[in-house]
């Protein structure tokens, strides 16, 4: 019986006697099916780096892409205090 699919075909694919054309299959499970989470994130970008704020640097504009990328992840006070407490200071705050 012949495969359907690539990941039926690489169950059937002995990997010792075809090494190569499994190896071709692995890569063929691993190709996207479409580009629609790239042009996403592109579109994502052009919304983000409009012109008023083309002089920002590369570590800002990468955290507010991220920030747009991953907005329904939920972050609270506590996890950002924690995360800048553990970087060094040249002022010690004393609260």
Do not use: H, Q, W
Not at 21 to 30: A, E, G, P, Y
Not at 45 to 74: A, C
């Amino acid at each position: 019986m012949l495969p359907s699919n690539a990941l039926d075909a690489i169950r059937c694919c002995d990997p010792i006697i075809f090494p190569n054309i499994f190896m071709l299959l692995k890569m063929l499970c691993c190709l996207p099916v479409s580009t629609s989470t790239p042009e996403r994130s592109f579109s994502g970008l052009k919304r983000i780096k409009t012109y008023l704020r083309n002089s920002m640097k590369e570590d800002r504009l990468n955290g507010s892409v991220l920030l747009s990328y991953y907005r329904n992840v939920v972050i609270t006070p506590d996890e950002v205090l924690n995360e800048m407490a553990k970087k060094p200071r040249k002022i010690d705050l004393v609260l």
